[in-house]
């Protein structure tokens, strides 16, 4: 009898896998048949997230990293990224993709298999998102990364800007998981004038290092 345990995302683009990578328990895909030259769409729901709730959320340093001061702010470090939401709580996102161990502190909570995580990157994706919200996302005076958390699609999301300068633009975003198949078909529909495609995990690193950001 096979016992082993399978994460599945609750994301399915209809293409078909050039490369995958068993990572745990995920099946990740690195690449997609067809993949274009970008926009890009990937999914990112293997990535570990956790959920910071504390009295003192300031004075906390998961897994060695300040949160940062104020809500809105975004620090990345180590391949983590850590979102301060408001007063008492702060979103935790594993970029690197690698499995980690949760803290045994009750203050943190594991929502990766709650939530859905997605990319978007590359040129003319800040002409799709305003197809999906009236969220600027390109305000060029924010610093980025910097988070903002509103509707998308009509969904509640978190959405991080990582990049919206001359640099290739892009964001990262999470929302719940019974959104997921919802979200991806409005993105695609927004994005289909654009040649927006999806993409396997090893453009998104790709990506990140072309920005500086150490993962």
Not at 125 to 151: C, H, M, W, Y
Request: charged share 20%; net charge negative.
């Amino acid at each position: 009898m096979n016992t082993e345990i399978k994460r599945r995302s609750p994301v399915a683009f209809n293409l078909q896998p050039v490369k995958e990578k068993k990572r745990g328990h995920w099946a990740v895909v690195l690449e997609y048949e067809n993949e274009g030259n970008g926009p890009h769409l990937i999914d990112l729901s293997h990535c570990s997230r956790w959920d910071l709730q504390d009295g003192d959320i300031g004075k906390c340093k998961p897994l060695g990293i300040s949160v940062p001061e104020e809500p809105g702010k975004c620090v990345i470090k180590n391949g983590v990224m850590i979102n301060r939401m408001n007063n008492t709580q702060a979103a935790i996102w594993h970029l690197s993709g690698e499995e980690a161990e949760i803290p045994p502190e009750t203050a943190y909570t594991d929502v990766t298999d709650a939530t859905v995580f997605l990319a978007l990157m590359g040129e003319k994706i800040f002409a799709i998102t305003e197809k999906l919200t009236a969220l600027d996302l390109s305000d060029p005076a924010g610093t980025v990364p910097f988070l903002i958390q509103g509707p998308f699609a009509h969904i509640p999301c978190q959405i991080v800007v990582m990049a919206n300068g001359s640099e290739p633009p892009g964001i990262v975003l999470t929302c719940s998981r019974g959104y997921a198949h919802d979200m991806v078909a409005a993105i695609l529909e927004a994005g289909k004038s654009f040649d927006l495609r999806p993409a396997g995990e090893s453009v998104f690193k790709s990506w990140l290092e072309a920005l500086n950001y150490s993962i």
